[in-house]
């Protein structure tokens, strides 16, 4: 598989959701965090553990971050570790599994999962 960043690139949440029809055996959530200042840059198909996974890309100034989601069958606490000097963030909600990493410092990072899992950041 070659490299690359996207194979839908868009910062339309409109363009990217549909664009994974046909290729995901589901509907991945697509949220527009663009006035958070996290853009969306695209989507693309990727694979992890052996299964297609919706891949999305955004960035925060020169930083990207990918989010990995699939689904499953059970919620579970947020994990965090960093490996190789990217941050990652691992958690199930809503029957999604979701995984951000990114090169972002973790309290950065932190803050675009919070606005994923749908908290403004503003109550605890």
């Known amino acids: 598989m070659a490299n690359h960043l996207t194979d839908v690139s868009s910062s339309d949440q409109h ?5 994974f029809d046909g290729k995901l055996d589901f509907s991945p959530p ?23 996974v919706a891949a999305l890309v955004y960035q925060r100034r020169k930083h990207l971050i990918n989010l990995f989601i699939w689904p499953s069958a ?21 029957g999604m599994t ?9 309290t950065e990072l932190q803050e675009f999962v919070r606005l994923v899992q ?3 950041g503003r109550t605890p």
């Open 15 to 19: 363009t990217v959701k549909p664009w």
């Open 98 to 106: 979701y995984c951000a990493t990114s090169d972002l410092n973790g």
């Open 30 to 52: 697509v949220k527009d965090l663009s006035g958070d200042g996290f853009p969306l840059v695209g989507g693309r198909l990727d694979y992890l553990e052996h299964r297609p």
């Open 118 to 120: 749908g908290h403004d």
């Open 74 to 94: 059970e919620d579970s606490k947020q994990k965090t570790e960093m490996r190789q000097g990217y941050n990652l963030f691992h958690w199930t909600q809503s």
